[in-house]
Nanobody, 119 residues
Framework: QVQLVESGGGLVHPGGSLRLSCAAS????????MGWYRQAPGKQRELVTT???????NYADSVKGRFTISRDNAKNTVDLQMNSLKPEDTAVYYC?????????????WGQGTQVTVSS
């Protein structure tokens, strides 16, 4: 059974930092592109950042220079370090695992963790 379990969300003041972590089980973690997405109230889920199995990283423009994604294939974890947080970063953050080849796409989601940035 595949599980992606996020942790580390919470309430933080503007300008503060949080570190999210996602622990994966039930998949060959090193083969997957791992990512973080977020969904604010009344808005669609949006990409925050991804890291491929080879270590290539992509960030949404809105978080470049503030957020950092990293993965540990030995521990089957992917982390998101969030600095200089803004109220507009408030959302539920979801961990994603994606494996795509010529014939199929496999996509898993965590349950989400709430991040609230407020004074």
């Amino acid at each position: 059974q595949v599980q992606l379990v996020e942790s580390g969300g919470g309430l933080v003041h503007p300008g503060g930092s949080l570190r999210l972590s996602c622990a994966a089980s039930g998949i060959t973690f090193s083969r997957y592109t791992m990512g973080w997405y977020r969904q604010a109230p009344g808005k669609q889920r949006e990409l925050v950042t991804t890291i491929t199995s080879g270590g290539s990283i992509n960030y949404a423009d809105s978080v470049k220079g503030r957020f950092t994604i990293s993965r540990d294939n030995a521990k089957n974890t992917v982390d998101l370090q969030m600095n200089s947080l803004k109220p507009e970063d408030t959302a539920v953050y979801y961990c994603n695992a994606l494996l795509r080849d010529l014939f199929s796409t496999v996509n898993y989601w965590g349950q989400g963790t709430q991040v609230t940035v407020s004074s």
